[in-house]
């Protein structure tokens, strides 16, 4: 099933990092998308924000291990290909990361450039990690389960001992708890309940997801 989890950024906020060399200023954009067509619309709008910038260099990884990147008419391989690697360094996916230059007036050469775009892509993660943006998503499963009263803290106990959180409770003619567990660590849980009820199947699985846990 692959990787069971990942890091990426905390949603709805923006990481910046700022590099100068010789005069240019390299500004990082960083922030968390959900596809690609989220990663084209961030980049059009730092593009649009630095509309008067030489170069506005983009790169983005995606869970789904898509990846994209551009030099944005800096020479080949000085810019977005080093953004990127900064991201895949880190271990972020599902985001995107754009490099703003305003030229300084001075050629930086090959090496100059990546080191500057490097620079600035590593001070945007930065200061993701120092804001506290940076979350990790699991592969979690969900577990319903209803219940009778009389099973409610036995079955409470199981759950806690299988690693699972409790999302809701719904308390009607019978009980109804919503479980969230690591993907795999269900399987003992249901298990469990099925030999607590003498063979009855309480519990509902569904689809593996990625989320916090």
Same mark, same amino acid.
């Given at each position: 099933?692959? /990787?069971?989890?990942?890091?990426?950024?905390?949603?709805? /906020?923006?990481?910046?990092?700022?590099?100068? &060399?010789?005069?240019? =200023?390299?500004?990082?954009?960083? =922030?968390?998308?959900?596809?690609?067509?989220?990663?084209? #619309?961030?980049?059009?709008?730092?593009?649009?924000?630095?509309? &008067?910038?030489?170069?506005?260099?983009?790169?983005?990884?995606?869970?789904?291990?898509?990846?994209? $990147?551009?030099?944005?008419? /800096?020479?080949? =391989?000085?810019?977005?290909?080093?953004?990127?690697?900064?991201?895949?360094?880190?271990?972020?996916? &599902?985001?995107?990361?754009?490099?703003?230059?305003?030229?300084?007036?001075?050629?930086?050469? +090959?090496?100059?450039?990546?080191? #500057?775009?490097?620079?600035?892509?590593?001070?945007?993660?930065?200061?993701?990690?120092?804001?506290?943006?940076?979350?990790?998503?699991?592969?979690?499963?969900?577990?319903?389960?209803?219940?009778?009263?009389?099973?409610?803290?036995?079955?409470?106990?199981?759950?806690?001992?299988?690693?699972?959180?409790?999302?809701?409770?719904?308390?009607?003619?019978?009980?109804?708890?919503?479980?969230?567990?690591?993907?795999?660590?269900?399987?003992?849980?249901? &298990?469990?309940?099925?030999?607590?009820? $003498?063979?009855?199947?309480?519990?509902?699985?569904?689809? +593996?997801?990625?989320?916090?846990?």
């Amino acid at each position: 099933m692959g /990787e069971a989890s990942y890091l990426t950024l905390r949603g709805g /906020e923006e990481f910046v990092g700022e590099f100068e &060399d010789r005069r240019s =200023r390299f500004i990082a954009q960083l =922030r968390q998308v959900s596809g690609e067509a989220e990663a084209g #619309a961030f980049i059009a709008e730092v593009r649009s924000r630095h509309h &008067d910038a030489r170069h506005n260099v983009p790169a983005w990884i995606l869970a789904d291990g898509r990846e994209r $990147c551009s030099d944005d008419g /800096e020479p080949s =391989r000085t810019s977005g290909m080093p953004v990127l690697e900064v991201l895949r360094g880190e271990g972020l996916k &599902d985001v995107c990361c754009v490099v703003t230059r305003y030229f300084g007036g001075t050629l930086l050469g +090959p090496g100059g450039l990546v080191r #500057a775009y490097t620079a600035a892509a590593q001070e945007a993660v930065a200061d993701a990690h120092e804001r506290g943006g940076i979350v990790e998503m699991t592969l979690v499963t969900e577990v319903v389960v209803q219940l009778p009263y009389a099973l409610y803290d036995r079955v409470g106990r199981l759950a806690s001992d299988a690693g699972g959180k409790v999302k809701d409770q719904l308390f009607l003619e019978d009980v109804q708890i919503t479980l969230v567990f690591r993907t795999g660590e269900e399987a003992p849980f249901i &298990d469990a309940v099925r030999e607590l009820a $003498c063979g009855e199947d309480l519990c509902r699985a569904g689809e +593996p997801r990625f989320a916090e846990f």
